[in-house]
């Protein structure tokens, strides 16, 4: 089993920033794909952001380009979120995944393994 723990959210002004981690342990494993997804109140879980294993490849949905970047550290089985120029749309519970043996970038939320519990993110206008 993967355990994923998400830290980072809470409460910024708009325009502000945030950087959500996510760090993973367990059995974990070298090459697996990891991913950022969020839920808004009242809305389905829609995708964020992805990074292959070797970090060298990145994707991003079309709301957060620019503003949004997707890191990782294998080393500490970490993968940020760094969040800047937060709006109030930006608001939503925000989830960490990973795929096991992922070999690419995964948009879809069937296609990742493991789910972190989730950190609340609130952009105030």
């Known amino acids: 089993q993967v355990q994923l723990v998400e830290s980072g959210g809470g409460l910024v002004q708009a325009g502000g920033s945030l950087r959500l981690s996510c760090t993973a342990s367990?059995?974990?494993?070298?090459?697996?794909?990891r991913g950022w997804f969020r839920q808004a109140p009242g809305k389905e879980r829609e995708f964020v952001a992805a990074?292959?294993?070797?970090?060298?490849?990145?994707y991003y949905t079309d709301s957060v380009k620019g503003r949004f970047t997707i890191s990782r550290d294998k080393a500490k089985n970490t993968v940020y979120l760094q969040m800047n120029s937060l709006k109030p749309e930006d608001t939503a519970v925000y989830y960490c995944?990973?795929?096991?043996?992922?070999?690419?970038?995964?948009?879809?939320?069937?296609?990742?393994?493991?789910w972190g519990q989730g950190t609340q993110v609130t952009v105030s206008s």
């Open positions: 995944a990973a795929k096991v043996l992922g070999s690419t970038l995964y948009a879809s939320m069937g296609e990742y393994d493991y």
């Open positions: 990074i292959s294993w070797s970090g060298g490849s990145t």
């Open positions: 367990g059995r974990t494993f070298s090459s697996y794909a």
